[in-house]
């Protein structure tokens, strides 16, 4: 089992910035590649970042430039910086995973990021 907890959203005018944070429990030896994905309303969940476990990255292309993904294996946590917000990037950030061994996907509740205008 993993656990998956974010941290870190909030309400931020456009050009502001936030980090958000994903504390990982349980079976962290079976934990890979991390990611970030959102879900604004009446929208489907699109990924916005992956990191693996030896640290190379992808981002979707609206983000490129301004997010930045990380992780701290010491600490059990990943992080995303996003710097220069727009409006376009409100909605609920989750923190996701796969366990590398009985492959099944892990999904965080969840943080609300609202950018106004």
């Known amino acids: 089992q993993v656990q998956l907890v974010e941290s870190g959203g909030g309400l931020v005018q456009a050009g502001g910035s936030l980090r958000l944070s994903c504390a990982v429990s349980?079976?962290?030896?079976?934990?890979?590649?991390m990611g970030w994905y959102r879900q604004a309303p009446g929208k489907q969940r699109d990924l916005v970042a992956t990191?693996?476990?030896?640290?190379?990255?992808n981002y979707a292309d609206s983000v490129k430039g301004r997010f930045t993904i990380s992780r701290d294996n010491a600490k059990n946590t990943m992080y995303l910086q996003m710097n220069n917000l727009e409006p376009e990037d409100t909605g609920v950030y989750f923190c996701?995973?796969?366990?590398?061994?009985?492959?099944?996907?892990?999904w965080g509740q969840g943080t609300q990021v609202t950018v106004s205008s």
């Open positions: 990191i693996t476990s030896g640290g190379s990255t």
């Open positions: 349980g079976s962290i030896f079976s934990i890979k590649t």
């Open positions: 996701h995973t796969v366990d590398s061994v009985i492959l099944r996907p892990y």
